[in-house]
């Protein structure tokens, strides 16, 4: 039996260079690079209302490395309380964002960052970090981890009631107004590519191995997205494809592809050890 297409194939054979190579780096590089942060937006020690669930904040980092590997990862946590790998422990991240580089400005990451849940008026923090691969002896890659950055989220001060106005005379009752259209859609392009890494995170209980993640997604009708994902964890490379669907208070999705067990592959072809995945 075949699984998958000749693109699929050529897809995951790519993917599992690249998440064996990181998974080769990892070991060999336990201690990360600082990656210095010139300029960003939102600053350190920002303060920003507060923001609700699936909120999206937009991220500007200016840092001293160019040409990272898929971009500069942000995460978003309630607590200054590093992890194993040196960013901040999963256990308190509430928010995660990937930055592409600009084109016509090496070092300068744009994106944004994707709230999973409310934040309501307090300290957080947010940290960067990315890959880059030496691509000449000794081969590996090189990890570069920020500083935690202090981000405040503080509620607006009321505002003064207005003067009281005074008692206009009785007026006929207004004819009844027409109901309210149903507000826009709000689920853009780039908020809909942001949501790939979060969705692989819910479905596999693994992230993606950090510059192994690549996406193109595109619009197909006003809320509809299709994205074409490929990614390794510690344990299979996957590729396919990603279809995204907004609706009025959430969204749905639904993922068709195949993946290979890293194990399988060392032994045998991609397309002996191809096995098809659906959710």
């Known amino acids: 039996m075949r699984f998958?297409?000749?693109?699929l194939v050529r897809?995951?054979?790519?993917?599992?260079?690249?998440?064996?190579?990181?998974?080769?780096?990892?070991?060999?590089?336990?201690?990360?690079?600082?990656?210095?942060?010139?300029?960003?937006?939102?600053?350190?020690a920002a303060v920003i209302p507060p923001q609700s669930s699936f909120s999206s904040i937009p991220f500007t980092v200016e840092t001293n490395v160019p040409g990272l590997a898929g971009g500069v990862v942000i995460e978003l946590a309630t607590r200054n309380v590093?992890?194993?790998?040196?960013?901040?422990?999963?256990?308190?991240?509430?928010g995660r964002g990937y930055l592409r580089e600009s084109d016509a400005y090496p070092g300068t990451y744009r994106g944004n960052v994707l709230v999973t849940q409310?934040?309501?008026?307090?300290?957080?923090?947010?940290?960067?970090?990315?890959?880059?691969?030496?691509?000449?002896?000794?081969?590996?890659?090189?990890?570069?981890?920020?500083?935690?950055?202090?981000?405040?989220?503080?509620?607006?001060?009321?505002?003064?009631?207005?003067?009281?106005?005074?008692?206009?005379?009785?007026?006929?009752?207004?004819?009844?107004?027409?109901?309210?259209?149903?507000?826009?859609?709000?689920l853009t392009l780039r908020e809909a590519t942001t949501l790939v890494p979060r969705l692989i995170r819910r479905e596999t209980r693994r992230s993606p191995i950090p510059?192994?993640?690549?996406?193109?997604?595109?619009?197909?009708?006003?809320?509809?997205?299709?994205?074409?994902?490929?990614?390794?964890?510690?344990s299979f490379v996957y590729a396919?494809?990603?279809?995204?669907?907004?609706?009025?208070?959430?969204?749905?999705?639904?993922?068709?592809?195949?993946?290979a067990r890293i194990s399988c592959l060392r032994r045998r072809s991609v397309r002996a050890c191809a096995m098809r995945v659906e959710w």
């Open 82 to 94: 590093p992890g194993r790998d040196g960013t901040l422990a999963d256990d308190f991240v509430i």
């Open 11 to 44: 897809r995951l054979a790519w993917i599992l260079a690249i998440g064996s190579a990181a998974l080769a780096a990892a070991a060999a590089n336990a201690a990360a690079d600082p990656l210095s942060i010139t300029s960003s937006t939102p600053p350190d």
């Open 211 to 234: 510059g192994t993640l690549t996406t193109r997604c595109h619009r197909r009708t006003t809320t509809a997205f299709v994205c074409s994902p490929s990614w390794a964890d510690r």
């Open 4 to 7: 998958g297409t000749p693109d």
């Open 118 to 186: 409310a934040m309501p008026a307090g300290n957080y923090y947010w940290q960067a970090s990315g890959t880059t691969y030496q691509l000449t002896p000794p081969y590996g890659t090189i990890r570069y981890i920020s500083a935690p950055v202090a981000l405040n989220v503080a509620s607006p001060p009321p505002e003064e009631p207005p003067a009281p106005a005074p008692t206009p005379p009785p007026t006929p009752a207004p004819a009844p107004a027409p109901s309210p259209a149903e507000p826009p859609l709000q």
């Open 240 to 259: 396919g494809t990603l279809r995204i669907l907004e609706t009025i208070d959430s969204y749905r999705y639904s993922f068709r592809g195949v993946r």
